[in-house]
């Protein structure tokens, strides 16, 4: 088990694309300003102890070790020993929906998106409870079951996208279904948390929310979009190249099932919640869920973490070494071996 202490130097990571971009854009600058300079043979007669795979070399090296440091700044840790704990809290499964339709941005920067991010506020607003995350379309599939390893938590959530399940559609009685399977048999208080827009609503969801009712689970839904609905982007290589189109050319134009969502919230005894805000007014929930009674429950967790960020740090300071240790000259010595190997 492995986590990161210091997870926010993550975004000095973006440094590391800039870095390569302004070093091709100098690159390029250089060659054209020598070319204005004079002429080509006469810059390679100028130049020719300069080696330009040097160049490379020790801009890669410097690279690695910028990448290298912000790792260690972010302190790796391994877990080293599992104990058996006491917690007292409750169980909750987040499933949320992943169809095509969450592309839309009528949510920015879109509903999937917003969604993510508001399902990792979420877990850091839980403590000792244990965790679940189902995802839907047309089917249901269980992306995590009951845990209180929060890391692997938000880890699974950021790797969520529309295309880990083929078949469209919203099956929300499906995953409502699912939930039910992969709660635990223990006796604590369990709350199911359904992220969707709710469009092509397709099984008896109700009836499943009344099911769930039944076996002691509040069913709670967050209502994605707008009522007005918004066109589904594609995008290719990073672009816009269009909107969705149905069978007869039309654009396709998403909108909120919120009807649907307030029953089956309702119905499960639970809260509806039209999404808004930066955290989608999760408040609510939250708020929920601290009046929710806890209960005792033991659980095994990593309680000893060693950390690793010397070793990071060690190899940024070889790599700076190495770099240092290389000149921009070419090798004599590896020239003439290699014109010896030419037969030259």
Request: charged fraction near 25%; charge should be negative.
């Amino acid at each position: 088990m492995f986590r990161f202490e210091n997870e926010i130097y993550q975004w000095a990571l973006l440094l590391v694309p800039v870095v390569l971009i302004l070093y091709i854009v100098a690159r390029l600058k250089s060659r054209s300003m020598l070319k204005n300079f004079a002429d080509t043979k006469f810059i390679n007669v100028l130049a020719s102890d300069s080696s330009k795979s040097k160049h490379l070399v020790k801009f890669i090296l410097l690279t690695l070790a910028l990448a290298s440091i912000v790792l260690g700044l972010m302190n790796m840790q391994f877990g080293t020993k599992l104990e058996e704990i006491e917690r007292e809290g409750i169980e909750i499964i987040v499933a949320m929906d992943i169809s095509n339709s969450m592309l839309a941005e009528d949510i920015q920067p879109s509903r999937i998106e917003r969604a993510k991010q508001s399902v990792l506020k979420l877990i850091d607003n839980v403590y000792n409870d244990k965790l679940g995350l189902i995802i839907f379309a047309g089917e249901s599939f269980l992306q995590l079951p009951i845990t209180t390893d929060y890391s692997a938590a938000k880890l699974l959530v950021s790797t969520i996208s529309t295309d880990l399940i083929p078949t469209q559609g919203t099956a929300i009685g499906s995953s409502i279904e699912l939930a039910m399977e992969s709660f635990s048999d223990n006796e604590v208080n369990k709350v199911l948390i359904i992220i969707t827009d709710g469009e092509n609503h397709e099984d008896d969801a109700l009836g499943r929310a009344e099911e769930a009712v039944e076996k002691g689970i509040f069913v709670n839904t967050i209502g994605m979009g707008s009522v007005k609905g918004a066109p589904i982007p594609i995008y290719q290589n990073g672009i816009k190249a269009g909107f969705r189109k149905d069978r007869s050319g039309e654009t396709v134009v998403t909108k909120l099932n919120e009807g649907m969502l307030r029953q089956i919230a309702t119905t499960g005894n639970g809260r509806f919640i039209r999404a808004s805000g930066a955290d989608l007014n999760l408040k609510a929930i939250l708020d929920d869920l601290e009046n929710i009674e806890k209960t005792k429950f033991d659980t095994k967790v990593f309680t000893d973490f060693e950390d690793q960020f010397q070793w990071f740090f060690g190899f940024a300071l070889l790599l700076l070494l190495v770099e240092f240790i290389i000149s921009y000259r070419k090798n004599k010595v590896i020239g003439k071996l290699l014109n010896f190997a030419e037969g030259k």
